[in-house]
T-cell receptor
Framework: AQKVTQAQTEISVVEKEDVTLDCVYE???????LFWYKQPPSGELVFLIR??????QNEISGRYSWNFQKSTSSFNFTITASQVVDSAVYFC????????????FGAGTRLFVKA | DTEVTQTPKHLVMGMTNKKSLKCEQH?????MYWYKQKAKKPPELMFV???????INESVPSRFSPECPNSSLLNLHLHALQPEDSALYLC??????????????FGPGTRLTVT
């Protein structure tokens, strides 16, 4: 069965600190897709990144970076030099061939960035 | 244009009322979704439409009735709701596929309160 685990419920950091959000997934499929979404207090989920199971290259986008490791079934997200605007709930998610249209979300990690 | 719009933003309704939530996207996506999200929880899938046909119904009570009048619009008709149905209702869209490849784009949600 598919599962996504985000063990960190809440993280609090001070502005300019680096922070890593952990994500561990389970799937039996060899083809699958991993996502990160951000949900600010306004409520809308914002798509951040998609990574497919055949591409283990890490990705960097500005202050955001993602570390995908199939050997440990992890897809961790690091924010460098955090800012107050990064305060939000972050969801890691999985879609695979078996699940098709269904997105399996982790429980989410609430990030507080204090000024 | 990567925008999904939802109306209304807030809705308060009594248990005997009938109301509708509306969602619109103009990204040419042919898969549209309704999610329900309770506080401090991840979104839960309710319905999926693919090419305007109902593809997935996650055993949602019949007091929720989805409708997809065309490829850009998605409605959720509400009737005889219960207080426990109070939640944030999110609409999303994506490219249509069964393999899970594409990310979803979410609207800002309708915050529903049932009194």
């Amino acid at each position: 069965a598919q599962k996504v685990t985000q063990a960190q419920t809440e993280i609090s950091v001070v502005e300019k600190e680096d922070v890593t959000l952990d994500c561990v997934y389970e799937t039996r499929d060899t083809t699958y897709y991993l996502f990160w979404y951000k949900q600010p207090p306004s409520g809308e989920l914002v798509f951040l990144i998609r990574r497919n199971s055949f591409d283990e290259q890490n990705e960097i986008s500005g202050r955001y970076s993602w570390n995908f490791q199939k050997s440990t079934s992890s897809f961790n997200f690091t924010i460098t030099a955090s800012q107050v605007v990064d305060s939000a709930v972050y969801f890691c998610a999985l879609r695979d061939n078996t699940g098709g249209f269904k997105t399996i979300f982790g429980a989410g990690t609430r990030l507080f960035v204090k000024a | 244009d990567t925008e999904v719009t939802q109306t209304p933003k807030h809705l308060v309704m009594g248990m005997t009322n009938k109301k509708s939530l509306k969602c619109e996207q103009h990204m040419g996506h042919r898969a549209m979704y309704w999610y329900k999200q309770k506080a401090k929880k991840p979104p839960e899938l309710m319905f999926v439409y693919s090419y305007e046909k109902l593809s997935i119904n996650e055993s949602v009570p019949s007091r929720f009735s989805p409708e997809c009048p065309n490829s850009s619009l998605l409605n959720l008709h509400l009737h005889a709701l219960q207080p426990e149905d109070s939640a944030l209702y999110l609409c999303a869209s994506s490219q249509p596929q069964t393999g899970g490849r594409y990310e979803q784009y979410f609207g800002p949600g309708t915050r529903l309160t049932v009194t």
